[in-house]
Structure formats: structure tokens, C-alpha cells
């Protein structure tokens, strides 16, 4: 069965750093593109950005460029989302996603759908 | 570019659910949609529009013109209760990736 499988629940203190990881099974890893949305609690789902396993080529959204890292390991068939310095406000639901193209071909870009999420990963930051 | 949806619809068992997504001239773009049950992961329920991935029942269906993208489900379940989200990716901008605001649909 084709999976992404995320990382645990995270809890930290504002500063802190943080990484969360997203890990393929059953596809060809690099084929596809992944993207992270955060969805806050109660809230809609905000694209943070995108990456190509490939070549590990990233676009980022401009309201978290800067304030996270988004990184692949293909030997570990492995996504991941970084925090240098986490914030009160990055408290919500982190979820991974693959890129599928139109007719389910391996999507390689940024008007792709997602077919494939990651359970997602709750994050809380808090003092 | 701005998507608007309606932030809620409520239909009865059996009837005809139509949810939309607005943006101008959203006909250029290819729209997704996604439903989320409460605590789970958003699903593809169509996607380019108007395609449906395998293991989506045909009570789904979507099409795109003007200035409005549409979901409709025939034949509304219970199960059928969620949000509904949609997607489109807008090339002249920086937010290139955008969601709707979502739709929370009841049924009654």
C-alpha cells in the first residue's frame, strides 16, 4: 500500500528547534513531489511548501520562508520539516503530501493535487 | 488571487450537495478537492477539475467554468459529513499553492 507515515507528536518551548519527518513506502520515492500544509486548530489548510526529492529543489511559501527548512534523505525515502526556532504560533497540525499529475502520473509540479497524506503531526508550543 | 468558499452547507440525507469554489476566471486553473473528517487527513475526491480517483464513489463529481469550481454529490450520506476543501495553484504569484477556506458540510 502506498503510505506516507509521519512522525510523532511534538511537544517544545518557544525557541526550541524541531524536526518532523514524512517517510514514503511502496512508490518510487523520488518521483514524486512533496509538499507541507499546516493546519492550524479549527482552521483551513495553508501550503508551506514544496520539494523535489530528485534534486532536493524546494519553493517555499513567503509567509514561512525563513522560518522553516523543508529537506529530503532519498536514502531513507525520507521528508522532512525543520524549525530552528519554534514559535507559540506554529502550535497546529502538520500534515505531508505527494503530488500526483492529471491522470495519476507522478506530478512533478505545482498545479499537481495531492493524492497521498501523511496522518499528520501535532505540534504544541508552549511555555 | 483570492478563493472564496462558502463556509457552510447543509443538505438532507438523499438530496444533491453543491459546494463552490470562487476566484476569477478560476475556469484557467485546474481545481482539486479534498474532504476532511474530523481528526483525520484531508482526501483527493476529484482532482484536474473533474476526475475521480480510484476508490471515489461516483456520487462525486466536479466541473469548472467562469468564475466558479464546483463539487456536487448525489445521493448525500451521513458519512458524506465534512469539510471540503478546494485547491488550485496560481503561477502569477508567490502564494503559488492556495486552499479555499473550506466548506463544513451538514447533513441534516
Known amino acids: 500500500e502506498v503510505r506516507l507515515v509521519q512522525s510523532g507528536a511534538e511537544v517544545k518551548k518557544p525557541g526550541e528547534s524541531l524536526r518532523i519527518s514524512c517517510t514514503a513506502s511502496?512508490?518510487?520515492?523520488?518521483?514524486?513531489?512533496i509538499t507541507w500544509v499546516r493546519q492550524m486548530s479549527g482552521k483551513g489548510l495553508e501550503w508551506m511548501g514544496t520539494i523535489d526529492p530528485k534534486d532536493s529543489y524546494t519553493s517555499y511559501s513567503p509567509s514561512f520562508q525563513g522560518h522553516v527548512s523543508i529537506s529530503v534523505d532519498k536514502s531513507l525515502n525520507t521528508a522532512s520539516l525543520q524549525w530552528g526556532s519554534l514559535q507559540a504560533s506554529d502550535t497546529a497540525v502538520y500534515f505531508c503530501?505527494?503530488?500526483?499529475?492529471?491522470?495519476?502520473?507522478?506530478?512533478?509540479?505545482?498545479?499537481?493535487?495531492?493524492?497521498?497524506w501523511g496522518q499528520g503531526t501535532v505540534v504544541t508550543v508552549s511555555s | 488571487y483570492v478563493v472564496t468558499q462558502p463556509p457552510s452547507v447543509s443538505v438532507a440525507p438523499g438530496e444533491t450537495a453543491i459546494l463552490t469554489c470562487g476566484g476569477k476566471n478560476i475556469r484557467s486553473k485546474s481545481v482539486h478537492w479534498y474532504q476532511q473528517k474530523a481528526g483525520q487527513a484531508p482526501v483527493l475526491v476529484i482532482f484536474?477539475?473533474?476526475d475521480r480517483p480510484s476508490g471515489i464513489p461516483d456520487r462525486f463529481s466536479g466541473s469548472n467554468s467562469g468564475d466558479t469550481a464546483t463539487l456536487t454529490i448525489s445521493r448525500v450520506e451521513t458519512g458524506d459529513e465534512a469539510d471540503y476543501f478546494c485547491?488550485?495553484?496560481?503561477?502569477?504569484?508567490?502564494?503559488?499553492?492556495?486552499f479555499g477556506g473550506g466548506t463544513k458540510l451538514t447533513v441534516l
Open positions: 484536474y477539475d473533474s
Open positions: 511502496e512508490y518510487s520515492f523520488s518521483t514524486y513531489w
Open positions: 485547491h488550485l495553484w496560481d503561477s502569477s504569484t508567490d502564494h503559488s499553492i492556495l
Open positions: 503530501a505527494r503530488h500526483v499529475a492529471f491522470g495519476g502520473a507522478p506530478g512533478r509540479s505545482g498545479e499537481n493535487a495531492f493524492d497521498i
